[in-house]
């Protein structure tokens, strides 16, 4: 079945560091990959999405590369801020399907 | 993007007890809504999908009877705990997809910010 893989956290970094939360799928097909971001107190919104193979998806700075030949979505951001300290999930959809996450990294960013 | 509110935030309720949680699309059409349930420092669990006006589609191991879950409009979802335990404490989120064609929102999944419950 379809399943999603994520980089355990807590990851801690100081402001300005390199992030990467490495993300690894397996499923039937040719799915949709996502990055989903929650902020303390507030819901899921999504941050970025790729939806075939070597598509990028990018936001706020944060970047995603769709790779079908190692199965991975490894979410990276060159420079990171305090502000994007909260829980990142990686997603994926087959099809019609419903989501499937990952289980989530925190992430705290210290001045 | 889209809104999706969920009231109350937070409940505290005696065991035995029922509780109603409302998932509400504030300013779009969701023809299909979905219930997680999400565990401390574990990933959200799919609950269960409903679409507007039919019976909702409970996942593998999710009691329906307890979970009574209700989607009587577009923009409205109800998920009732029936007489709710202590394994039950969890945070319930909702979810809400458009597919009206036309939409901006179209086959995008929003989220509503979650429902704490403690049973006690």
């Known amino acids: 079945g379809d399943s999603v893989t994520q980089m355990e956290g807590p990851v801690t970094l100081s402001e300005e560091a390199f992030l990467t939360i490495n993300c690894t799928y397996t499923a039937t097909g040719y799915p949709s990959l996502f990055w989903y971001v929650q902020y303390p107190g507030e819901g899921l919104q999504l941050l970025l999405k790729?939806?075939?193979?070597?598509d990028k998806g990018s936001n706020k700075g944060f970047e995603a590369t769709y790779r079908k030949e190692t199965t991975s979505f490894h979410l990276e951001k060159g420079s990171v801020q305090v502000s994007d300290s909260a829980v990142y999930f990686c997603a994926l959809r087959s099809g019609a399907n419903n989501l499937f996450f990952g289980t989530g990294t925190r992430l705290t960013v210290i001045p | 993007g889209a809104v999706v509110s969920q009231h109350p935030s937070w409940v505290i309720c005696k065991s035995g007890t029922s509780v109603k949680i409302e998932c509400r699309s504030l300013?779009?059409?969701?023809?299909?809504m979905f219930w997680y349930r999400q565990f401390p420092k574990q990933s959200l669990m799919l609950m269960a999908t409903?679409?507007?006006?039919?019976?909702?589609?409970?996942e593998q191991g999710v009691e329906k009877d307890k979970f009574l879950i209700n989607h009587a409009s577009l923009t409205l979802s109800t998920l009732t705990v029936t007489s709710a335990h202590p394994e039950d404490s969890s945070f319930y989120i909702c979810?809400?997809?458009?597919?009206?064609?036309?939409?901006?929102?179209?086959?995008?999944?929003?989220f509503g910010p979650g429902t704490r419950l403690t049973v006690l």
């Open positions: 409903s679409n507007e006006g039919s019976k909702a589609t409970y």
């Open positions: 979810s809400a997809r458009s597919y009206m064609a036309g939409a901006s929102s179209y086959n995008e999944q929003f």
């Open positions: 790729a939806t075939k193979a070597d």
């Open positions: 300013d779009f059409q969701a023809t299909t």
